[in-house]
T-cell receptor, first 113, second 117 residues
Framework: GENVEQHPSTLSVQEGDSAVIKCTYSDSASNYFPWYKQELGKRPQLIID?????GEKKDQRIAVTLNKTAKHFSLHITETQPEDSAVYFCAASRENYGQNFVFGPGTRLSVLP | NAGVTQTPKFRVLKTGQSMTLLCAQDMNHEYMYWYRQDPGMGLRLIHYSVGEGTTAKGEVPDGYNVSRLKKQNFLLGLESAAPSQTSVYFCASTGNRGADYSNQPQHFGDGTRLSIL
C-alpha cells in the first residue's frame, strides 16, 4: 500500500523567512496531493492541493511543487507570519474502491516573531 | 451549509462501556471516513465508506464498527471501550457525484475528544 513520509517533523523559522516541507510517496498510481493545516485543537483544513497533471501551483504566499518521477512533492510558504504556526500534513490519494488518502505524520511549524 | 458535523464533541467513558459517534454531512458527498489522531501523530484511517450501505476497513479497524444506513450519516461504534482508544476522532467526507468526484479534497469535522478511563 501507499506510504507517505514527511520531513522535517519540526521546523522553526524567523518571521518573514520561507519554510519548505517535503513529502515522498511510494505508490506511483497516486494522483492527487492535498496539504492540510491544523491549528491546535482544531480540524485539519485544506490550504492547497495539486493534481498529477500539474507540476506547480501557487496561491498567494503558498505554493506546492510535484515531481512525479522522483515521487515527491513540497509545500513552500514565503514571507512567513506568526499565524502560519501550526501542524501541516501532506497526503497522497488515488482512486481504489473509493478515494483513499494516506497522510504523512505532520510537520510542526513555528514562526518566531 | 454546516459541512461536516460531529457529535458529541467530548466524552469520557469507563473501560468496557460502549458508545456511538455520529458524523453528518450536508454536501451530498459519496465518500466518508473515520480517523483517529493521537498526540504528535498524523491521521490514521479506521473505516471508510464509498456510498450508502457500504463500509470498508482502514489501517486500524480493530475494536471499532461502522454503519452508513443513510448517505449523509456515518456512525462509528465502540462496543467495549479500552484505554488504548483514548484519542481525538475526526470524520471527513469528499466526492460529489455532481462533478468529477475523484481527486477532491476531504472536508473534516471538528473532532470528538474521547477519553477512556
Amino acid at each position: 500500500g501507499e506510504n507517505v513520509e514527511q520531513h522535517p517533523s519540526t521546523l522553526s523559522v524567523q518571521e518573514g523567512d520561507s519554510a519548505v516541507i517535503k513529502c515522498t510517496y511510494s505508490d506511483s498510481a497516486s494522483n492527487y496531493f492535498p496539504w492540510y493545516k491544523q491549528e491546535l485543537g482544531k480540524r485539519p483544513q485544506l490550504i492547497i492541493d495539486i493534481r498529477s497533471n500539474v507540476g506547480e501551483k501557487k496561491d498567494q504566499r503558498i505554493a506546492v511543487t510535484l515531481n512525479k518521477t522522483a515521487k515527491h512533492f513540497s509545500l513552500h510558504i514565503t514571507e512567513t507570519q506568526p499565524e502560519d504556526s501550526a501542524v501541516y500534513f501532506c497526503a497522497a490519494s488515488r482512486e481504489n474502491y473509493g478515494q483513499n488518502f494516506v497522510f504523512g505524520p505532520g510537520t510542526r511549524l513555528s514562526v518566531l516573531p | 451549509n454546516a459541512g461536516v458535523t460531529q457529535t458529541p464533541k467530548f466524552r469520557v467513558l469507563k473501560t468496557g462501556q460502549s458508545m456511538t459517534l455520529l458524523c453528518a454531512q450536508d454536501m451530498n458527498h459519496e465518500y466518508m471516513y473515520w480517523y483517529r489522531q493521537d498526540p504528535g501523530m498524523g491521521l490514521r484511517l479506521i473505516h471508510y465508506s464509498v456510498g450508502e450501505g457500504t463500509t470498508a476497513k482502514g489501517e486500524v479497524p480493530d475494536g471499532y464498527n461502522v454503519s452508513r444506513l443513510k448517505k449523509q450519516n456515518f456512525l462509528l461504534g465502540l462496543e467495549s471501550a479500552a484505554p488504548s482508544q483514548t484519542s481525538v476522532y475526526f470524520c471527513a467526507s469528499t466526492g460529489n457525484r455532481g462533478a468529477d468526484y475523484s481527486n477532491q479534497p476531504q472536508h473534516f469535522g471538528d473532532g470528538t475528544r474521547l477519553s477512556i478511563l
